[in-house]
């Protein structure tokens, strides 16, 4: 079990920056591969951005490539989703997930865990 908290949201202008977390719980962290997505209002939920158990590997959608990097940091049960060159349509809450298999997932239904979501806002 994975119990995930999502903190550093906030409002920015477009333009700017900002970098969210996801802490887990548990000494299995490690061992599960890692996404992020984010719903905006009115909106389905859609895939942000992803990485491997090891971090070797991340994804990205087309709407955030060359903008967004995702990190990890095993050691603290940790991972990062660095937000620059921010737009107002990437104002949504973001939610970071949790699944069990190998490599990169973008899909979200295959996620086992997920936390509560952290809400970001991009002024024009």
């Known amino acids: 079990q994975v119990q995930l908290v999502e903190s550093g949201g906030g409002s920015v202008q477009a333009g700017g920056s900002l970098r969210i977390s996801c802490a887990g719980s548990?000494?299995?962290?490690?061992?599960?591969?890692m996404g992020w997505f984010r719903q905006a209002a009115g909106k389905e939920r859609e895939f942000v951005a992803a990485i491997s158990w090891g971090g070797g590997s991340t994804n990205y959608a087309d709407s955030v490539k060359g903008r967004f990097t995702i990190s990890r940091d095993n050691a603290k049960n940790t991972v990062y989703l660095q937000m620059n060159s921010l737009k107002p349509e990437d104002t949504a809450v973001y939610y970071c997930a949790a699944h069990k298999w190998r490599g990169i997932r973008t899909v979200d239904n295959v996620y086992d865990y997920w936390g509560q979501g952290t809400q970001v806002t991009v002024s024009s």
């Open positions: 548990g000494r299995t962290f490690s061992s599960y591969g």
